[in-house]
Every structure is written in C-alpha cells, then in structure tokens.
C-alpha cells in the first residue's frame, strides 16, 4: 500500500478511509463535524491543560477523530499541500523536529502567559503560523489547532471570539503567516481577543 491509499480509499477522489467506512465526501464532512462538535464541548468543559505541549496537542486531535480515523492523533507521513494553493507543508520526516522546537520555545515563553493584548496576539499569530506550516496531522489540522490556540489564549487570561471568526479570512491569514508574514494573522486575531 503506498503511502496515499493508506489514507484514502481507490477511487473515491480522495475520501479518506474510515473506521465508519463512510464513503461519500459530504457524510464523512458530516460525521467529523458530529465529532469534533461533541469533543469540542467536553474539552471546553475541562478547560485548558496544566501545559499545553505537544502531547496535548496529539490528544486533542485523537479525542476529535479517533472514532473516525486510525491516524487520529498520529503524525502525517506523506507530503501535503495547502487545498487550491502552492502552499506547501513541512516535510514528514522534519515534522517532529520542528514540533519539539515549537513547543520548546512555547515553554521558555511560559506558554504565552503575561502578555498584554497586543503582544499576545503577535506572539500567537507568530506561533500559530509555525503550528500551521508545520500541519502535523494527515487531516484535522484546522480543527484541532482552532482548539489548541483557543486553550492557550485562555491559559494565558483571554478568550477567542469564535462566532464572529469568518473562516475564509482566517484561512488567507494563516496561509500568508505560513509565508513568514504573520501580521494579517496577527490583526485577525488581535480583533477577535479579549480578556477572560
């Protein structure tokens, strides 16, 4: 099996194989919403980690779509490129190099604690636009990094206004920190923050 079809069933146009064995594109969106909606309300219901790391991270992932995918919470090993763009990932085998790195300079930097508003919003835009480059997992990236960074803003005394996030624009603003220009992400975030 190579390393494509370990993801996604033949010729399906790319539906990824499921413990479900949903076939369709739209139900397997559907049954990952379901999911991620349900695990989304019991992680808000704990509230954030003790210390927000990469194994956090991993559980997150794992709690979203472990019903659904055997990767769940594995990292990626093939390649991968941002949907309708140029935009290409990190490498498979630099992947948890460049976690560690991330996630050790997230603890020399306290987790982001501290900060005031417009500092905290740089150096999270700064780290997000790493987390999003780096796009550990195979599928669920968006997902599972929306979580962790709204567990680290609350963490670190603030709170992401979701329900006024327009998606699209995120997306275009995580893309262009990907590039290394973080200050589009950085005034999206900073607009959408306040404190707890």
Same mark, same amino acid.
């Given at each position: 099996?190579?390393?494509?079809?370990?993801?996604?069933?033949?010729?399906?146009?790319?539906?990824?194989?499921?413990?479900?064995?949903?076939? %369709?594109?739209?139900?397997?969106?559907?049954?990952?919403?379901?999911?991620?909606?349900?695990?989304?309300?019991?992680?808000?219901?704990? =509230?954030?980690?003790?210390?927000?790391?990469?194994?956090? !991270? @991993?559980?997150?992932?794992?709690?979203?779509?472990?019903? !659904?995918?055997?990767?769940?919470?594995?990292?990626?090993?093939? %390649?991968?490129?941002?949907? =309708?763009? $140029?935009?290409?990932?990190?490498?498979?085998?630099?992947?948890?190099?460049?976690?560690?790195? !991330?996630?050790?300079?997230?603890?020399?930097?306290?987790?982001?604690?501290?900060? =005031?508003?417009?500092?905290?919003?740089?150096?999270?835009?700064?780290?997000? =636009?790493?987390?999003?480059?780096?796009?550990?997992?195979?599928?669920?990236?968006?997902?599972?990094?929306?979580?962790? +960074?709204?567990?680290?803003?609350?963490? $670190?005394?603030?709170?992401?206004?979701?329900?006024?996030?327009?998606?699209?624009?995120?997306?275009? @603003?995580?893309?262009?920190?990907?590039?290394?220009? @973080?200050?589009?992400?950085? +005034?999206?975030? $900073?607009?959408?923050?306040?404190?707890?």
């Amino acid at each position: 099996m190579t390393a494509p079809e370990r993801y996604t069933y033949p010729d399906s146009w790319g539906v990824l194989r499921n413990r479900r064995g949903i076939r %369709g594109a739209q139900r397997l969106d559907e049954a990952m919403n379901e999911f991620v909606s349900l695990a989304i309300a019991g992680l808000v219901r704990e =509230g954030p980690p003790e210390v927000p790391d990469f194994a956090y !991270l @991993c559980s997150i992932h794992r709690r979203m779509l472990g019903e !659904l995918f055997d990767f769940a919470g594995e990292l990626r090993t093939v %390649g991968a490129k941002a949907t =309708g763009t $140029a935009v290409t990932y990190c490498p498979p085998d630099q992947i948890r190099d460049r976690l560690e790195r !991330l996630f050790a300079e997230l603890a020399e930097e306290d987790h982001l604690r501290g900060l =005031g508003s417009e500092d905290f919003a740089e150096a999270l835009a700064l780290r997000w =636009g790493d987390l999003s480059d780096i796009h550990p997992f195979h599928d669920g990236n968006t997902r599972s990094q929306s979580v962790f +960074v709204t567990m680290l803003a609350w963490r $670190a005394g603030y709170q992401l206004r979701w329900e006024d996030v327009d998606v699209d624009s995120l997306r275009r @603003c995580r893309l262009r920190a990907i590039t290394g220009d @973080c200050t589009s992400l950085r +005034v999206f975030l $900073a607009s959408h923050l306040e404190p707890l």
